[in-house]
């Protein structure tokens, strides 16, 4: 007679709970592996998602005071003088930008101003960081003249006497930004390139375009060396000792102003002042020419740089905002 297994109680409870173990190990282990892949870490994405309408955001009485001919036109004239003309945009998160126009018997006004949001594509590069180097290289481009030296100024100060300035890695002093140069792939365009005929024909780059938007000008337009297109050694030439190209303090995260004088056809000159800003993962290009309708008259330079900076600073506290 075949005798019956008995299992007891104690054993088969032993036997289901070493199970159990078992399984949840393996599981608990899958889950940390997961959680471990999911803590990549991604750059910061930019300040600013969007961008800010840019005929609507220079003030009626700076366009009047910018704009002076305007005044001289019949109301329904002026009004769309100071509307002013969307640039032509593919993408209005990424750039946007507007241009005036308006002659008058005594000169003709051109106005822009250029808004572009930088977006890095790279994981490990911020949206600022992007930016920052986008702005670098627009300012090596301008080719701002080097700092001057007060008269009263230590000629060795600063400098390494056996090297002439020369770092300690033997590398010497240079005026271009950190960064400049490593932005071949960003839709703006350096302002040496960026500072054509305010006013011109203009459309703005699409998001992704590449080196040849390098060509064009702060929306697009082709450049006619009207500003910047000579850097330092031409536009710093022609503008007055102490208003010559240089870097500005105070507005934005970095700043730089070019100014420069180009004679338009055969006989008038153009004066054409350019204020570029980066603040965060946004840069602000504002250009302001004035051309004399005499030959013997001769575009002001210090107000034209105070007029620009002044709707430079403006443009800055509403992006602050």
């Not at 590449?210 to 064009?216: G, I, N, P, Y």
Request: charged share 25%; aromatic share 4%.
């Amino acid at each position: 007679m075949q005798r019956k297994v008995y299992v007891t109680g104690v054993a088969l409870l032993a036997a289901l709970t070493a199970g159990c173990t078992g399984g949840s190990g393996t599981d608990g282990s899958t889950a940390d592996a997961k959680a471990g892949e999911a803590n990549t870490s991604v750059a910061a994405p930019g300040k600013y998602r969007t961008l800010r309408e840019p005929c609507g955001s220079v003030d009626r009485g700076i366009l009047r005071d910018l704009l002076p001919g305007a005044a001289t036109l019949p109301e329904e004239q002026q009004e769309k003088a100071y509307d002013g003309t969307a640039a032509v945009t593919y993408d209005t998160d990424r750039r946007v930008g507007c241009k005036w126009k308006v002659d008058s018997p005594a000169a003709t006004h051109h106005l822009l101003v250029d808004f572009e949001r930088v977006v890095s594509y790279d994981a490990d590069v911020s949206d600022d960081d992007r930016a920052e180097e986008v702005f670098a290289k627009q300012e090596t481009a301008a080719d701002l003249p080097a700092p001057t030296r007060s008269p009263d100024a230590d000629p060795d100060e600063g400098a390494d006497p056996d090297d002439g300035g020369a770092t300690e890695d033997g590398e010497g002093d240079s005026s271009a930004s950190p960064g400049s140069g490593s932005s071949d792939d960003s839709p703006t365009a350096p302002p040496s390139k960026a500072a054509g005929k305010p006013g011109g024909d203009s459309t703005t780059a699409t998001p992704d375009s590449s080196a040849d938007s390098a060509t064009e000008g702060p929306t697009g337009g082709a450049s006619d060396s009207a500003t910047g297109a000579g850097g330092g050694s031409g536009a710093g030439a022609q503008a007055p000792e102490g208003l010559e190209p240089r870097t500005l303090a105070g507005l934005g995260d970095a700043a730089f102003l070019d100014d420069a004088l180009v004679r338009s056809g055969s006989t008038a000159q153009r004066r054409t002042v350019s204020v570029v800003f980066r603040t965060s993962n946004v840069i602000v290009t504002v250009q302001y020419s004035e051309q004399p309708t005499t030959t013997n008259d001769l575009p002001d330079s210090k107000e034209l740089q105070e007029k620009t900076q002044a709707l430079a600073r403006r443009l800055a506290e509403q992006f602050s905002d």
